[in-house]
């Protein structure tokens, strides 16, 4: 009798949906994890905007630098807007071989890949649910992109010796990026983590894209230190 009234109540009734919606979300996360991807994924509003903003970030970069680059191949002498010195010097990139690594201009893959992630984006805005392969293959595009843009910090460091700002607004939109879609296919289980690590970067998302950007901040500080302070 007494379980039947504590059913019945306001609160009885609660807690029962309470339990019931606990246990919905366990299972559909533990669908989420099932190696055959059977089951649709979306995202939250903020992860939806923060893919739009990094993607338009990413794209405006790509942008800029694809035009000047097309001025610079019908000009040699241009110049630029964002050369401003001898280390802020776009020019300087756009020249060096590594501003071609895979035989075309790199901007234009950015054209293609943060379009993508816009797009992205605004299905996810949109309520859009995606398969787990299709989140998993957006973290391997970001994470290529991340590589490539590592690749890229060293040699405008310590190859070319010049820093281009519209390279360093795709750098840290890729930064943001990666981390983002890697925290929620974590917090989704569609990437094996342990209970504790899903926790922490629930609460901490904001650590790894804050403490990556600032080392870049200081290798870049570092390296021309005597620019900055002459």
């Known amino acids: 009798m007494a379980t039947?009234?504590?059913?019945?109540?306001?609160?009885?009734?609660?807690?029962?949906?309470?339990?019931?919606?606990?246990?919905?979300?366990?299972?559909?996360?533990?669908?989420?994890a099932v190696g055959g991807g059977t089951a649709e994924v979306g995202g939250s509003r903020g992860?939806?905007?923060?893919?739009?903003?990094?993607?338009?970030?990413?794209?405006?970069?790509?942008w800029v630098i694809t035009l000047d680059k097309f001025k610079l191949l019908e000009d040699p002498d241009f110049t630029p807007a964002c050369s401003l010195n001898p280390v802020v010097s776009c020019g300087n990139i756009m020249k060096s071989e590594q501003a071609s690594a895979?035989?075309?201009?790199?901007?234009?893959?950015?054209l293609v890949a943060y379009a993508?992630?816009?797009?992205?984006?605004?299905?996810?805005?949109?309520?859009?649910?995606?398969?787990?392969?299709?989140?998993?293959?957006l973290n391997a595009g970001t994470l290529f992109g991340v590589g490539f843009c590592t690749w890229l910090q060293?040699?405008?460091?310590?190859?070319?010796?010049?820093?281009c700002l519209w390279c360093s607004l795709a750098?840290?939109?890729?930064?943001v990026m990666f981390c983002y879609v890697t925290v929620h296919n974590v917090e989704h289980r569609i990437l094996p983590a342990p209970a504790g690590v899903r926790g922490a970067l629930s609460e901490f998302h904001w650590v790894p894209p804050v403490?990556?950007?600032?080392v870049i901040g200081m290798l870049i500080l570092i390296r021309?230190?005597?620019?900055w302070t002459g």
């Open 4 to 32: 039947t009234w504590a059913r019945t109540t306001p609160a009885g009734k609660t807690a029962e949906a309470g339990r019931t919606w606990k246990s919905e979300q366990t299972e559909d996360l533990g669908k989420d």
């Open 47 to 62: 992860f939806a905007l923060l893919l739009l903003i990094t993607g338009a970030a990413g794209l405006l970069a790509a």
């Open 102 to 110: 895979f035989g075309f201009p790199n901007p234009m893959l950015g």
């Open 116 to 137: 993508v992630v816009m797009g992205i984006g605004a299905g996810v805005l949109a309520g859009a649910r995606y398969r787990r392969w299709f989140w998993l293959g």
């Open 154 to 163: 060293y040699q405008s460091l310590y190859e070319i010796n010049s820093l």
């Open 171 to 175: 750098w840290v939109a890729t930064i």
């Open 211 to 214: 403490l990556w950007t600032g």
């Open 224 to 227: 021309w230190w005597d620019f």
